[in-house]
């Protein structure tokens, strides 16, 4: 019995060459040139970043860019206490849905610069840019946001942000 | 008065057609735009062919493979080239899109949809597409050798000239033939002019394939509308209804079956009643050419009927599209009054181990007394 | 429209590392038993309909490929679904389609996952280039979400740790169920570790093995049945994951299903007329947020009826995951059949331990992505 074979451990390796897409790269030239770029869609006029090339729910190009500042509100958050596979950040840190001003539509970034409990919804904050020689067409460019010393934004402005 | 098909309770299938079919150029190499990028034309070309949008859809379904994609959940990316909003009725296969199509055909059966929108995308270009298709392969006794999948067409290649039933002139003539119709196909990525003898003096790439006999590689993405009966007479001119649409599966065990025959495409287009004789125009899913001529075989399809006048998938094989792209093409000669009577075919699987039959008309009627199930 | 009913279930016990079965072996295991539970052969049926999650999980691309034979599919038609963590659900309904549409009277379905076959959590988000490297993990995304539906409800904010300790406490009596944590309760929930606050360990789902199947029939066929499971309603929604403006707390796709499977089996109001219902709840609060989006109480409310132990199987008036739920068990392919599949047995009168008394009618709910994909049905004892 102890001889019967009961597992068979196949390793399996690909390699796969991605394409960011043109909206992809555009956002991503974007972050080389230490930008936000974000797209608008023609036909509800909302802004997306980063953009993905199409409206998502009229499904047209987003073409026309808009260049957003660094400021922005968290519109909810999360207090990640264990750190999963291959994640390198210090725990406990603060993960946070940012919705930058004059975009339609938060995204996901690293709050840093505040002790975890003391985040709150409508907490105001500013992207911290590495230097200019380190910028590339990279999310890492960007090293997290961080307060920004402004007062919490009213529930009523980002609450259908939610 | 010929009788209309019948589906397993005894009552009538509901008539429906393809009646908008839009492709995208099959590329070896989609290096600017990603998926939704490639959606997004296609898309706006089949709803405009029939000037409807996203929201007269009834249900839509897609088809694609994360693993081709190299990402999970791939196809919800691509949800973003409809823009599933409001809220729409939606589903997904990890298959073909030809699969796709045969799942909204279904929910049109139950008569409360007019319209389905079928698409379905896949880029062969990024992964190494042969490790990929391996992972196909029972995990256990037969992917953890990596057969490739030139390997084991060659395989079925190598049975079907030791039957006799086909030559090396045979499969160099479905070459030729394919590649050279591809010319009169825009969308087609390998199209040229070559001679069987030219064909044949080339060397083998896995004996007995040469080159020739063997798909490109390609990107590409299909849409497809389909609508039910006075639907479709209301959008085009001469929809191609579907008089009969089954799939059937093999055994994955290449030594269980034999591989010069193919039976489930048989019993699949005996379900979808088909009459071969009537048959002017058949799209077969045959990435390998000698898989061509076993099709046609268990097609019972004659001389006189034209086969892949697209190239077929000698000339384009998006995975995961090519099937889709068949029935596409087939229903493309109906639309256009080239045809009143055709077939598409799709396969999924190594050595065409699963295959779906479509049977499409010009008339609605041309089912004579059939069963579905 | 034709009548569709199940006639047979089987599924498999759920664990963390199905080592003694191959892929064939689990999937077989639950098939087998619903033909038994429908006295069926494999040869009765018609066609096979498999639903999984990403391929990625036991690293074999299109696995109906490699199941036909072990799912007595040679020479049938068989069609594999993907719709991400709603794709249980869906699969059932796809199988069903084959039967209301007509085209096939009697349809096996099968979902599954395997695993612990690869690593789970490099499957559920293999790394993107150019994307946002992922900071919080798969409860990292649904967190944010909690928090934002604690805010907009004003709950208390323990309302999760009940959730738990009620599927918790459902999952003894359900030998299916993956965890079975004999000593469950309050403090030893709230004491367990804060994963992504305000999840706690014992508030999130396992990663499970595991298989479920079904047997759907057509009228003719149902009627020799003596407990067939009627589907009176069945729906399915899809909305983008992210889009300016979505309500993510609350999603119309979720909203819409509901009210579409509702209208089809005569539900105005689900809370009286449902007699309990399976709801695919990973995270806890998850449970007081489809309270409110599918109907059972008004928005801000769902919290309340958890809070009062109106979904609890000891003494609530609807009952919410008897089996355990998705919080005892967690077969990702497999879950959102689970649900639709323990809704059937309660029907069918089937449940053991688990039942409740008297059930005439049960709603199913799987959903999946970012909230985005829906899939539910109504079971009853009566014909539609």
């Known amino acids: 019995m102890s001889d019967d074979v009961t597992t068979l451990a196949t390793p399996i390796k690909i390699d796969y060459s991605y394409t960011a897409g043109l909206a992809q790269s555009r956002y991503l030239h974007g972050l080389s040139q230490g930008k936000f770029i974000g797209e608008r869609c023609p036909k509800c006029r909302k802004v997306y970043v980063p953009s993905r090339g199409s409206c998502p729910t009229d499904g047209v190009p987003t073409e026309e860019e808009v260049v957003l500042g660094n400021a922005g509100t968290v519109t909810t958050f999360c207090v990640v206490n264990v750190a999963f596979a291959g994640q390198q950040i210090e725990v406990p840190y603060i993960c946070a849905q ?14 840093q610069e505040l002790p975890a409990n003391q985040v709150r919804m409508g907490m ?39 | 008065m010929t009788p209309m098909a019948t589906n397993s309770r005894g009552r009538p299938v509901r008539p429906v057609a393809v009646v908008s079919f839009a492709q995208a150029k099959n590329v070896r190499r989609e290096q600017e735009h990603n998926e939704v990028e490639m959606l997004m034309p296609i898309v706006s070309e089949a709803f405009g062919a029939v000037g409807l949008n996203k929201n007269d859809m009834g249900f839509i379904c897609s088809g694609s493979s994360d693993y081709l994609v190299g990402a999970p959940f791939s196809f919800v990316m691509a949800l973003d080239a409809v823009g599933v909003w409001p809220p729409r009725r939606e589903s997904h296969v990890e298959m073909d899109g030809a699969w796709a199509l045969y799942e909204a055909w279904t929910v049109l059966q139950e008569g409360e949809l007019d319209t389905a929108f079928v698409y379905s995308f896949g880029r062969s270009s990024p992964g190494q597409l042969d490790r990929i298709l391996a992972l196909q392969l029972d995990p256990y006794y037969v992917a953890p050798m990596w057969p490739d999948p030139v390997a084991l067409a060659a395989l079925q290649a190598q049975a079907l000239l030791d039957s006799g039933r086909a030559t090396e002139r045979d499969i160099a003539e479905v070459s030729a033939r394919s590649r050279r119709d591809a010319l009169g196909n825009p969308k087609a990525q390998v199209a040229k002019d070559q001679s069987v003898d030219e064909l044949l003096s080339e060397e083998y790439l896995v004996a007995p394939l040469r080159r020739h006999a063997v798909p490109p590689i390609s990107d590409g993405a299909a849409a497809i509308v389909l609508a039910a009966g006075d639907r479709a007479r209301e959008l085009v001119e001469h929809p191609a209804w579907i008089t009969g649409i089954d799939h059937r599966i093999e055994t994955p065990a290449l030594g269980a079956r034999d591989l010069t025959l193919s039976q489930s495409t048989t019993d699949a287009a005996r ?90 008309a010009a008339d609605p009627d041309a089912a004579v007394g059939k069963k579905v199930a | 429209m034709e009548r569709c009913a199940v006639v047979g279930v089987g599924q498999t016990k759920c664990q963390a590392k199905r080592e003694d079965v191959s892929i064939a072996g689990l999937v077989r295991e639950a098939a087998q038993r619903a033909l038994e539970d429908a006295s069926m052969d494999w040869s009765d049926i018609d066609a096979v309909v498999i639903g999984k999650a990403p391929d990625m999980f036991e690293g074999v691309m299109m696995p109906e490929l490699y199941l036909a034979p072990a799912l007595g599919a040679v020479g049938k038609p068989m069609i594999r679904v993907h719709t991400a963590g709603s794709v249980g659900g869906s699969t059932a309904l ?130 020799a049945y003596g407990s067939p499971a009627w589907v009176q309603g069945m729906a399915m929604r899809s909305e983008p994951t992210m889009f300016a403006g979505r309500d993510q707390v609350n999603p119309q796709a979720g909203r819409d299903c509901a009210a579409d499977v509702y209208a089809q089996a005569g539900i ?49 008036d609807i009952p919410w995951n008897c089996s355990g739920g998705v919080l005892s068990s967690n077969p990702i392919g497999a879950s959102g059949m689970l649900r639709f599949l323990e809704v059937a047995l309660q029907v069918s009168g089937k449940a053991g331990e688990h039942q409740v008394d008297g059930v005439r009618r049960a709603l199913g709910q799987a959903y999946g992505g970012g909230s985005q994909f829906f899939a539910m049905w109504v079971l009853g004892t009566a014909k539609p």
């Open chain 3, 94 to 223: 796809v199988a069903s389609h084959l039967v209301t549409s007509g085209v096939h009277r009697k349809v096996l379905t099968v979902a599954f996952e395997k695993q612990s076959d690869s690593n789970a959590m490099w499957a559920l988000s293999v790394p993107q280039p150019f994307s946002a490297p992922l900071l919080a993990g798969a409860g990292g995304y649904f967190a944010p979400i909690i928090r934002a539906y604690i805010r907009r409800s004003g709950a208390p904010d323990d309302i999760g740790i009940k959730v738990a300790v009620k599927d918790r406490q459902h999952a003894l009596k359900n030998p299916y169920a993956h965890l079975h944590i004999e000593d469950i309760s309050y403090e030893m929930v709230r004491n367990s570790v804060m994963l992504w606050d305000p999840l706690r360990y014992l508030e999130t789902c396992p990663s499970s093995d595991g298989a479920a199947a079904m047997v759907l029939a057509s009228e003719d066929v149902a009627d």
């Open chain 2, 271 to 360: 379900s979808a009643g088909l009459d071969a004789t009537s048959v002017e125009v058949a799209e077969l899913h045959a990435p390998f050419a000698p898989q061509e001529l076993i099709l046609k075989d268990a097609l019972s399809l004659g001389s006189s009927t034209r086969i892949n006048p697209s190239g077929g998938a000698l000339a384009a094989n998006p995975v995961m599209v090519a099937g889709l792209a068949r029935i596409g093409e087939a229903a493309s000669r109906i639309l256009d009054g080239s045809a009143s009577v055709a077939l598409a075919h799709a396969t999924s699987g190594p050595c065409l181990q699963q295959n779906l039959v479509c049977a499409l």
């Open chain 1, 98 to 111: 940012v919705l930058l001003d004059g975009a339609n539509l938060s995204f996901m970034a690293l709050i």
């Open chain 3, 268 to 316: 105005t109001d689900p809370r009286t007329e449902f007699d309990c219902a399976e709801i695919y709840v990973p995270f806890s609060w998850y449970e007081p947020m489809w309270l409110e989006n599918l109907g059972f109480a008004p928005e801000g409310q769902g919290w309340k009826l958890t809070d009062e132990g109106a979904t609890s199987l000891d003494g609530g």
């Open chain 1, 124 to 162: 105001r904050v500013e992207a911290l840019w590495k230097s200019p020689e380190e910028w590339g067409p990279t999310m890492d460019s960007v090293k997290y946001f961080r307060p920004n010393g402004e007062p919490e934004a009213p529930y009523e402005s980002y609450k259908e942000y939610l």
